[in-house]
């Protein structure tokens, strides 16, 4: 469902960013004196006691981006106009008013909608004295306001609510996913971004580091509302050359943890680099499901199959070979929704959840196919196993001493825990702890009084796993995961 959109404009730096992210509760804006940080149009949804809007930061009307960008970022501010039902018109008082101020209040005057204009930057009451030049602009409401001290957040809210347009009285739908696009610049993020909203959500540049700030773009399909977060294009951090970049990093960061599902997107004309391997290693850290994605096929594929791409990926990345991956042109939308579907499978393996007794009688036939190996004159013994939690999943074992089990040892029972389990392509996360005096866990059918050991027969095509996933999806992942990629 669409929500009514309240834009902040103005000319760059009197503090929109900043009240943005005042507004908002939480740092989403990157906040910089350097003008024309913002590019894009930066949204996040604000509930307002029992109403939703859509709050929309923007470019600074008026600068020349240092990038010949700045048609784009019109392009922008103008499309956030367009959608607007209320426009706060946000002025610094320090500087009192300027050129572009009176530039962008000629603009305004043209827009039949509300326009609130908001006095920026008043840190005190007494510089509240000077705000009253302000009403030249021709505006009547007029609100004293700073980002910076935590003032007037209330008086804007009021002002905002009773401009809105009449609830439709819809509740808010649920957010099915939280798809994270990374990777390094120029790799086509912000193009895909794009093919997926269905409009130009997003400024498509060959210039590297178009794209500054994570994004949230909403989109709905089938009937289901997704979020995809554009981030900006990762560098080294020896490379990083401002501190706008070192917060593109962070936030792309932030990005991953908060995502269900992240697309690692890879440039096929050039070689993995130390960031995608970084990249790679921090989604594998953070325990998010994640698909390779190779963009710009196009360009390619009349170059370099898909097994032989497929192949290198998998040489570079040994330990991520469950990893599903994609092929795609996001500029001509080739396979765009094919890689949607697949990220949705991978955010429902990771919801699924395994019933304690299957999981038992999975861990007995995994150790008795290869028991842990002796580790200071022990064996290592496993008396029960649960799963603890989705999202990652979180299987944890109780044993007779988590450093009997070592790393090697894990990554097989990991593995194995992915091929008979749900969890065929995302990460599992295994949690090893010692078994106290007095715990006890029942017993489960055909396995010993103490201990998850060598049963006569163990019995696995019994197992019906609790999970969403149905028959169905699992044997398309199964095919996925034999053939491991799709043809373009």
Request: net charge neutral; hydrophobic share 40%.
């Given at each position: 469902?669409?929500?009514?959109?309240?834009?902040?404009?103005?000319?760059?730096?009197?503090?929109?960013?900043?009240?943005?992210?005042?507004?908002?509760g939480?740092?989403?804006?990157?906040?910089?004196p350097?003008?024309?940080?913002?590019?894009?149009?930066?949204?996040?949804?604000?509930?307002?006691?029992?109403?939703?809007?859509?709050?929309?930061?923007?470019?600074?009307?008026?600068?020349?981006?240092?990038?010949?960008?700045?048609?784009?970022?019109e392009?922008?501010?103008?499309?956030?106009?367009?959608?607007?039902?209320v426009?706060?018109?946000?002025?610094?008082?320090?500087?009192?008013?300027?050129?572009l101020?009176?530039?962008?209040?000629?603009?305004?005057?043209?827009?039949?909608?509300?326009?609130?204009?908001?006095?920026?930057?008043?840190?005190t009451?007494?510089?509240d004295?000077?705000?009253?030049?302000?009403?030249r602009?021709?505006?009547?409401?007029?609100?004293?306001?700073?980002?910076?001290?935590?003032?007037?957040?209330?008086?804007?809210?009021?002002?905002i609510?009773?401009?809105?347009?009449?609830?439709?009285?819809?509740?808010?739908?649920?957010?099915?996913?939280?798809?994270?696009?990374?990777?390094?610049?120029?790799?086509?993020?912000?193009?895909?971004?794009?093919a997926?909203?269905?409009a130009?959500?997003?400024?498509?540049?060959?210039?590297?580091?178009?794209?500054?700030?994570?994004?949230?773009?909403?989109?709905?399909?089938?009937?289901?509302v997704?979020?995809?977060?554009?981030t900006a294009?990762?560098?080294?951090k020896?490379?990083l050359?401002?501190?706008?970049?070192f917060?593109?990093?962070?936030?792309?960061?932030?990005?991953?943890?908060?995502?269900d599902?992240?697309?690692?997107?890879?440039?096929p004309?050039?070689?993995?680099?130390?960031?995608?391997?970084?990249?790679a290693?921090?989604?594998?850290?953070?325990?998010?499901?994640?698909v390779?994605?190779?963009?710009?096929?196009?360009?390619?594929?009349?170059?370099?199959?898909?097994?032989?791409?497929?192949?290198?990926?998998?040489?570079?990345?040994?330990?991520?070979?469950h990893?599903?991956?994609?092929?795609?042109?996001?500029?001509?939308?080739?396979?765009?929704?094919?890689l949607?579907?697949?990220?949705?499978?991978?955010?429902?393996?990771?919801?699924?959840?395994?019933?304690?007794?299957?999981?038992?009688?999975?861990?007995?036939?995994?150790?008795?196919?290869?028991?842990?190996?002796?580790?200071q004159?022990?064996?290592?013994?496993?008396?029960?196993?649960t799963?603890?939690?989705?999202?990652?999943?979180n299987?944890?074992?109780?044993t007779?001493?988590?450093?009997?089990?070592?790393?090697?040892?894990q990554?097989?029972?990991?593995?194995?825990?992915?091929?008979?389990?749900?969890?065929?392509?995302?990460p599992?996360?295994?949690t090893?702890?010692?078994?106290?005096?007095?715990?006890?866990f029942p017993?489960?059918?055909?396995?010993?009084?103490?201990?998850?050991?060598?049963?006569?027969?163990?019995?696995?095509?019994?197992?019906?796993?609790?999970?969403?996933?149905?028959?169905?999806?699992?044997?398309?992942a199964?095919?996925?995961?034999?053939?491991?990629l799709?043809?373009?």
């Amino acid at each position: 469902m669409s929500y009514p959109v309240v834009a902040i404009v103005g000319r760059p730096n009197v503090g929109k960013s900043s009240l943005f992210n005042y507004l908002a509760g939480r740092r989403i804006s990157i906040v910089d004196p350097t003008a024309g940080v913002t590019r894009d149009r930066v949204s996040t949804i604000i509930q307002l006691e029992d109403r939703f809007f859509e709050l929309v930061d923007t470019g600074g009307m008026g600068i020349e981006d240092v990038d010949n960008l700045t048609a784009e970022v019109e392009q922008q501010i103008e499309q956030a106009l367009r959608d607007a039902d209320v426009i706060l018109f946000v002025v610094d008082v320090r500087s009192g008013i300027l050129g572009l101020d009176e530039h962008v209040a000629e603009r305004l005057r043209k827009v039949t909608k509300p326009v609130v204009l908001v006095v920026n930057k008043c840190d005190t009451l007494g510089i509240d004295a000077q705000v009253g030049e302000f009403f030249r602009l021709g505006f009547q409401k007029l609100i004293c306001a700073s980002a910076e001290q935590k003032r007037g957040k209330p008086e804007i809210l009021q002002e905002i609510q009773e401009h809105l347009p009449a609830p439709t009285g819809e509740a808010p739908a649920e957010v099915a996913m939280k798809l994270a696009i990374v990777g390094r610049r120029n790799t086509g993020k912000s193009t895909f971004i794009n093919a997926l909203a269905q409009a130009d959500r997003m400024i498509v540049s060959e210039i590297p580091g178009t794209t500054r700030d994570s994004v949230d773009v909403r989109f709905e399909r089938d009937g289901k509302v997704f979020i995809a977060i554009d981030t900006a294009g990762v560098r080294r951090k020896k490379s990083l050359n401002s501190d706008i970049e070192f917060y593109s990093l962070h936030r792309a960061e932030r990005s991953i943890r908060r995502a269900d599902v992240v697309l690692l997107f890879f440039d096929p004309r050039l070689r993995v680099s130390k960031v995608d391997k970084q990249l790679a290693e921090y989604i594998q850290e953070q325990f998010k499901p994640a698909v390779f994605v190779v963009n710009k096929w196009d360009l390619m594929k009349d170059q370099m199959t898909t097994g032989r791409y497929a192949e290198y990926l998998q040489a570079m990345f040994p330990m991520l070979d469950h990893l599903p991956l994609g092929f795609i042109t996001a500029k001509k939308g080739k396979n765009t929704w094919a890689l949607l579907n697949l990220a949705q499978n991978l955010h429902k393996q990771a919801s699924a959840r395994v019933s304690t007794g299957d999981l038992n009688r999975l861990l007995q036939h995994a150790v008795k196919m290869r028991p842990p190996p002796m580790r200071q004159n022990r064996q290592g013994r496993v008396y029960f196993a649960t799963q603890a939690s989705t999202n990652p999943p979180n299987i944890v074992l109780f044993t007779n001493g988590p450093e009997l089990f070592d790393q090697t040892y894990q990554r097989y029972l990991l593995k194995y825990l992915r091929h008979h389990s749900p969890f065929k392509e995302v990460p599992i996360q295994l949690t090893l702890r010692a078994k106290k005096p007095g715990d006890s866990f029942p017993q489960q059918r055909g396995e010993p009084d103490d201990a998850v050991a060598p049963a006569p027969h163990p019995d696995l095509t019994g197992l019906e796993f609790q999970t969403e996933v149905s028959e169905e999806e699992m044997d398309q992942a199964r095919k996925r995961k034999d053939h491991g990629l799709w043809d373009i």
